[in-house]
């Protein structure tokens, strides 16, 4: 069976670096990583490898959106590790229907 395991980080995320950071993605992301757009994703909670690497593939140009590549292209990679972290420690709850 293989076991795939991310690489470790050579430093720590910094959250609080990246809740500052985030003030510039509030306007499509929300102050709290809710969507205030309809087409802007949701960002509370989310995985934190996930949301690194959708913002490495914006940066790169690998993934397409024209808002997005803009917004990545200022974007440190420990701006992207830092963003990633907060995201995904925000906690989120799920409500029954």
Excluded: W
């Excluded at 709290?32 to 509370?44: E, M, R, S, Y």
Aim: hydrophobic share 45%.
């Amino acid at each position: 069976m293989l076991l795939l395991v991310p690489a470790a980080r050579s430093t720590a995320a910094d959250v609080a670096a990246g809740r500052a950071k985030a003030a510039q993605c509030a306007v499509c992301h929300g102050a709290n990583g809710i969507a205030t757009l309809p087409d802007a994703p949701n960002l509370a909670g989310q995985s934190e490898i996930y949301l690194a690497k959708a913002l490495r593939d914006f940066k790169s140009g690998a993934r397409k959106n024209e808002m997005m590549t803009m917004m990545a292209a200022g974007l440190s990679d420990a701006d992207i590790e830092n963003l990633a972290a907060y995201y995904q420690s925000i906690e989120i709850s799920v409500k029954q229907p």
